[in-house]
């Protein structure tokens, strides 16, 4: 990896033994030959020693719990795509996670399982991850490895075990470090995962690198991948690209975006509801290529239609426009026209 993604890996590896914060996902991207799967096995080991660091994409919540509460630090190795589900889940294990279920045995007794993890996860394509997770991630960009470097499984395990104890020792000095420093480190502005971002920057007080601004940038980078991983994403920013704003009912604007070559693929949302709450779901990632959600808006007429206003940040001096419709409420002038949302009564 290059010295920008190694430093955020160190930043990321102090910031695991703080136990009270969350910790983003560390993310290690490339194509096959990049060492992926060997990277997140060393990163986990060094945190949270065991023989299956590398686990496989669970199957469901349950066996998700089971090997979640049993680890402090774990991979999963080789994600392609993650379900709705799944993501969630991740989430949740990322800010602090709780999961009921029944005793063993028992008809009516409960279980809670009550945890926040440190996470890793293996990927050739960004864009398999869907908002919500993607905000939470750490991606770093693995290079692939020249075929005259390589060294077998078996020498890279005697010399991981030959380095670690200095390793560790390294690390726990800059740990210790940063945690006298950290009570004092305060953000001009707080981003997603902030206590995260407030260790970057002790870090970066410490060791005078610039973990923070290039976490932040990659975080946007990734952001933008995953719209690209969006086919319904994807149209709603093609739309409001081309009209710089656009102002409707969430039906208006799933009749109004089309999928590309007009076959609707099995993730479109099938009615305005889902529609509406897609949206909202893509809000954040949105914002990362300059379009603002808001949804605090309603029609003036009788039937007081929520409204979704997607406009271009980036385009404060473009007249803003959109495709003509059939007014929905005559007495206010056409939805979309103007950068102004109808006044509320």
């Not at 998700?64 to 994600?79: E, G, I, K, M, Y």
């Not at 991630?137 to 290079?143: A, G, W």
């Not at 950290?182 to 001009?188: D, G, I, S, T």
């Amino acid at each position: 990896m290059d010295e920008s993604a190694f430093r955020q890996l160190v930043a990321w590896l102090i910031a695991a033994w703080m136990p009270n914060i969350p910790h983003p996902v560390i993310t290690f991207k490339g194509e096959q030959g990049t060492g992926k799967s060997k990277t997140a096995q060393m990163v986990v080991n060094l945190v949270d020693p065991s023989p299956a660091a590398k686990r496989s994409q669970p199957r469901d919540v349950k066996a998700w719990s089971t090997q979640a509460f049993n680890s402090w630090a774990l991979c999963l190795d080789n994600v392609s795509s993650i379900p709705t589900w799944l993501s969630d889940t991740l989430c949740k294990a990322v800010t602090g996670d709780g999961i009921v279920d029944r005793a063993l045995y028992t008809d009516d007794d409960v279980v809670v399982l009550s945890f926040r993890r440190v996470l890793s996860m293996t990927t050739i394509d960004a864009g398999a991850f869907a908002g919500d997770l993607a905000e939470r991630l750490l991606m770093l960009d693995l290079q692939l490895i020249d075929p005259s470097r390589r060294r077998t499984e078996e020498e890279l395990d005697t010399a991981f075990e030959a380095v670690r104890p200095a390793v560790l020792g390294s690390l726990f000095d800059l740990l210790a470090t940063v945690l006298a420093v950290l009570p004092n480190v305060k953000l001009a502005t707080m981003p997603r995962m902030a206590d995260f971002a407030r260790v970057l920057a002790a870090v970066d007080q410490v060791m005078g690198w610039n973990t923070l601004d290039d976490y932040l940038a990659t975080s946007a980078n990734v952001g933008g991948d995953a719209l690209e991983g969006d086919p319904f994403g994807s149209a709603v920013v093609a739309l409001v690209e081309q009209f710089g704003t656009w102002t409707g009912t969430a039906a208006m604007l799933l009749e109004q975006v089309q999928p590309p070559g007009g076959i609707r693929p099995p993730t479109w949302p099938k009615d305005a509801t889902r529609a509406g709450g897609r949206v909202r779901r893509l809000a954040p990632l949105l914002r990362t290529v300059g379009i603002t959600v808001d949804d605090t808006q309603r029609s003036r007429d009788r039937h007081r239609h929520k409204l979704l206003i997607l406009t271009r940040t980036d385009l404060p001096n473009e007249t803003a426009s959109t495709p003509e419709t059939d007014p929905l409420w005559p007495p206010v002038a056409p939805i979309g026209h103007g950068h102004r949302a109808p006044d509320l009564h």
